[in-house]
């Protein structure tokens, strides 16, 4: 409860600064079990584009950083140009059962499975950020010369990968009931020297590649119907809220039943079933 508890905040801060936030998922250590009294609650949010920013080709890219975490936050487009690339990290965001917003969104984006080699290329990412000079890792590095929490990540995602290929699966993440071991090495609680994480960092790496098929190929699967379809409505209800006589309310069923009142008001409601979505406006004109 907790976890959603801040999402709910992220969303507030966001609307306060002007989102109309579509879905936030959490990314990160409470996915895995791998959470500790030093971990922070990190999401990524999916925001609606505006019509000025479709028209002048502009992106909604940007991290937040808060008391309880970061929020990185893409609009909606800009989030499926790089999901339907197969990226794990924002899969994961979307595989999470830790999420609030449009169980629509969650559902559409289910299709897309990770991409092998952004694994790989995360592992990589990791790999050269062992030593980078952060100012948060600071501490880490006057005291072991490398962040540890950067190795418990490729050894993560090396085992999710060997579990992937292993089992012809299509995990974003693994969640761990034995997770002692990545905690440790989270902590760097066995004091493992610079040279011994750069060795095995190299050799977590190398046995990765070695994994995957030379004839691998992803396959892309194209939402772009979808996606235009869905951004088109949601614009249509933000302009039409903004009207001052004009009232706007989206009803989805989820296999429930239609509200009495519209089914007085819309008698062709009456012979539509299962999870149906619609749209009433209501316009005020003054004679």
């Not at 939402?223 to 039409?240: M, W």
């Not at 007085?264 to 149906?276: A, H, N, Q, S, V």
């Amino acid at each position: 409860m907790e976890i959603y508890k801040i999402l709910r905040n992220y969303r507030i801060l966001l609307e306060k600064e002007g989102f109309v936030v579509l879905y936030i998922g959490l990314y990160g250590s409470q996915n895995y079990n791998l959470a500790d009294s030093l971990s922070d609650i990190d999401a990524k949010a999916i925001v609606l584009p505006t019509l000025q920013d479709i028209i002048m080709r502009k992106k909604v890219s940007k991290v937040i950083e808060t008391g309880t975490g970061s929020i990185d936050i893409k609009d909606l487009l800009t989030f499926y140009e790089v999901i339907k690339k197969g990226n794990f990290s924002y899969i994961e965001c979307i595989e999470t059962e830790y999420a609030i917003g449009d169980k629509y969104l969650k559902e559409l984006f289910k299709v897309i499975k990770p991409n092998l080699k952004s694994i790989i290329g995360a592992m990589k990412e990791k790999r050269k950020n062992l030593s980078h000079p952060f100012p948060s890792k600071k501490e880490e590095l006057e005291k072991w010369g490398f962040d540890p929490k950067q190795y418990h990540h490729i050894v993560r995602l090396f085992e999710l990968l060997k579990y992937n290929i292993d089992n012809k699966d299509n995990k974003s993440y693994l969640r761990y009931t034995n997770n002692q071991e990545l905690l440790n090495l989270k902590r760097n609680k066995d004091n493992l020297s610079l040279e011994e994480i750069t060795l095995k960092s190299d050799n977590l790496i190398k046995e990765a590649i070695s994994l995957i098929d030379d004839d691998y190929q992803y396959e892309y699967i194209n939402l772009d119907k979808e996606i235009i379809k869905y951004i088109e409505t949601k614009l249509r209800i933000e302009l039409l809220k903004k009207s001052d006589d004009t009232f706007v309310r989206c009803v989805r069923t989820f296999d429930d039943k239609v509200p009495k009142g519209d089914l007085e008001k819309f008698p062709i409601l009456k012979d539509m079933k299962g999870d149906i979505s619609y749209i009433v406006v209501e316009n005020l004109e003054i004679l």
